[in-house]
């Protein structure tokens, strides 16, 4: 290992271990959110194959239009028993063993230096941030700003860690000593 590296090999592959929190905080962010992901798409599949969930679905809808959440509640209701069909089940299990697939991907690039994976994550993430921000001017709510500003700072940081470590062959490296 190399002076000022924060690089482990082990059986012959590299991977970060920084003591610096960047990296391992989008590398845990990454891993722990596919992780969630995969847990409520087998959940999801598993209730559907059943036929359970648009029966949940209903149940739930007569639960939540009792929230008092500035509509909220209502809305979901509505939600719940208009849109949520076999096909449109289908489709959001789908959708949700992808972003699993994705996004644990995106976790071990990162976790393994790989520089596709940190712009895999600032192509994803980036891409979303303008319906972020439409949400956000349309709906304004703390939790819609939390997650743009956390989105803006994975991208910015993640282009900062590639552009100013160009041509190093890996996005975790620190400037300056270890």
């Not at 500003?149 to 282009?159: F, P, R, S």
Request: positive net charge; contains cysteine; hydrophobic residues 55%.
């Amino acid at each position: 290992m190399l002076p000022g590296r924060d690089v482990a090999n082990v059986a012959g592959v590299q991977h970060f271990a920084s003591n610096r929190p960047g990296l391992k905080l989008i590398v845990a962010y990454k891993l722990c959110k596919s992780v969630a992901t995969g847990i409520l798409a087998a959940i999801l599949l598993h209730v559907h194959a059943h036929g359970g969930v648009v029966r949940l679905a209903h149940r739930l809808a007569v639960d939540v239009s009792r929230w008092h959440l500035a509509g909220l509640g209502d809305a979901l209701s509505q939600w719940l028993t208009a849109d949520v069909t076999s096909k449109n089940v289908g489709i959001a299990a789908l959708i949700l063993l992808l972003d699993t697939a994705s996004t644990a991907a995106e976790g071990i690039g990162l976790h393994y230096r790989q520089r596709w994976a940190a712009w895999w994550v600032v192509v994803a993430t980036g891409a979303l941030i303008p319906l972020e921000l439409h949400a956000l001017v349309h709906h304004p709510t703390v939790l819609r700003a939390m997650v743009l500003a956390v989105n803006l700072a994975i991208v910015a940081y993640l282009v900062w860690r590639v552009l100013t470590h160009h041509g190093e062959g890996d996005v975790s490296r620190e400037s300056g000593p270890a």
